[in-house]
């Protein structure tokens, strides 16, 4: 129970509180935070910045080129996998196309008989996406998580919805995206909508992970890489955990110049929150040279990332965005550098499903 309390409420109610004290640092009207649903903008973003969008842009060339090189020297600790086709696509991985195609078309079309329905093609969309990767991985290995971890993978769906509304609620004080075509929700019907999409994140991520960690080419060269030297201990951890929580105290007091740490602080917080209780964390096998852990769910995210922004592209209700210095060569909706705030999300979607194998499953990794 106590480790319960360490690496789930306390996280909860950090993320919850210290962007407001960062609000109230700034001297600022908390109001319009509580807003629902959020339509209002009320963060105004400075322009863009050639420096800056460089640096970032450098940055994600850098981290890239880590992996790149690691996969052109890593040793052949292939996974074991069969693959080839031997098994066929199950017949939920063909409702899965099904809901895709179709989802796809009605997303993209303004049919007069379906507007009603207009502002809710993501569902269909994205569960036929979970299905499909599912599928496709179980055609790949014989095994999936819906198939092989039925109650982990249902698990996924609520658990994904609380924790996407954490990211939803962060985004208050930043701003970075908002809606478009949700005018017309009441509060309640907002919540069961938004709540419905939000429940797709964590089964396509991990579920994409999986998917991904069956091409030997992407996932073997990393399992025997460069490992990192792994020095301190506690107080390195208590470290990391100062500087978590002054991120996201700093996202209400200075949005504009620290909103990437929307991305970062939550990361750290449970990370360093598990090494402080004595759970394994994501990380841990770095420092035997496994990059696995890493490289596989931000890459999954990733793509994920352009899925969602492909299909929210011409959606009737959909997410727009506006960030700071960055705001400049879109691929689809989505700033080119914004793309990389998907990477360290693939690592909080890892590091909440290992929470939730460890409480579920009793797993230690």
């Not at 890593?74 to 179709?102: D, E, N, Q, S, Y």
């Not at 809606?179 to 991520?205: N, R, T, W």
């Amino acid at each position: 129970m106590q480790k319960i309390f360490i690496t789930v409420i306390v996280p909860a109610v950090l993320l919850i509180g210290l962007p407001l004290i960062g609000v109230l640092a700034a001297g600022e009207d908390l109001s319009p935070y509580w807003e629902f649903p959020p339509l209002t903008r009320h963060v105004a973003h400075a322009p863009f910045s050639w420096p800056l969008f460089a640096t970032l842009v450098l940055l994600g060339m850098l981290v890239a080129g880590v992996f790149l090189v690691q996969m052109g020297r890593g040793t052949a600790k292939t996974p074991v996998m069969t693959t080839g086709g031997k098994w066929p696509l199950p017949w939920w991985g063909w409702l899965g196309l099904m809901l895709l195609a179709t989802g796809w078309v009605l997303a993209w079309n303004r049919f007069p008989w379906f507007a009603g329905l207009q502002p809710h093609t993501f569902l269909p969309l994205w569960l036929g996406f979970i299905l499909v990767v599912n599928g496709l991985t179980r055609m790949r290995t014989g095994t999936c998580l819906l198939s092989s971890r039925t109650g982990f993978f249902l698990a996924l769906f609520p658990l994904s919805a609380l924790f996407w509304w954490f990211f939803e609620y962060l985004n208050r004080f930043v701003q970075n995206w908002y809606y478009v075509g949700i005018e017309d929700f009441s509060p309640l019907a907002y919540v069961i909508h938004a709540s419905l999409c939000f429940a797709m994140v964590l089964p396509a991520v991990l579920s994409t992970e999986e998917l991904l960690a069956s091409i030997p080419r992407l996932s073997g060269p990393l399992a025997s890489s460069w490992p990192v030297t792994c020095r301190g201990g506690r107080y390195a951890a208590l470290g990391l955990l100062a500087g978590s929580t002054l991120g996201l105290a700093g996202i209400g007091l200075r949005p504009d110049y620290l909103f990437p740490l929307l991305w970062l602080s939550p990361l750290l917080l449970v990370v360093t929150l598990q090494k402080l209780t004595g759970r394994a964390t994501i990380l841990a096998p770095l420092c035997q040279g496994d990059w696995r852990p890493v490289w596989l769910p931000a890459l999954a995210a990733l793509c994920c990332g352009f899925f969602w922004e492909l299909w929210n592209f011409n959606s009737h209700a959909h997410w727009e965005y506006s960030i700071p210095f960055v705001q400049k060569f879109h691929i689809f909706a989505m700033p080119v550098a914004g793309y990389l705030g998907y990477l360290p999300f693939g690592l909080e979607c890892k590091a909440v499903g290992a929470l939730l194998a460890q409480y579920l499953e009793g797993e230690n990794g």
